[in-house]
Nanobody
Framework: QAQVVESGGGLVQPGGSLRLTCAAA????????MSWYRQTPGKERELVAA???????EYAYSAKGRFTISRDSSKNTMFLQMNNLNFGDTAVYYC?????????WGQGTQVTVSS
């Protein structure tokens, strides 16, 4: 019954692909911006990609050309297609859902890039 749940992480070889999914509760209303962050131990959580209610997106420099963010507003879901993964992409990926009154975080999904 969590408000925001991520899925799709896993172990992948360098150059491989993963598709992450963020599912916000169907009852959640007033969603404006949805975004993906990632974090490794000892480092601050950093923005990977974001998409607003109009479908406009932005990406971190390291994600441009490799990652694609998308959104299905009718189902309160968001996706992150990650291609050509490298070792630097290893992290816990978190979904953030910004509403008019509250900002929600998921518990994260682990992405590990290893040969």
């Amino acid at each position: 019954q969590a408000q925001v749940v991520e899925s799709g992480g896993g172990l992948v070889q360098p150059g491989g692909s993963l598709r992450l999914t963020c599912a916000a509760a169907e009852a959640m209303v007033g969603i404006n911006r949805m975004s993906w962050y990632r974090q490794t131990p000892g480092k601050e959580r950093e923005l990977v990609a974001a998409i607003d209610s109009n479908g406009n997106s932005e990406y971190a420099y390291s994600a441009k050309g490799r990652f694609t963010i998308s959104r299905d507003s009718s189902k309160n879901t968001m996706f992150l297609q990650m291609n050509n993964l490298n070792f630097g992409d290893t992290a816990v990926y978190y979904c953030r859902v910004d509403t008019t009154w509250y900002d929600y975080w998921g518990q994260g999904t682990q992405v590990t890039v290893s040969s």
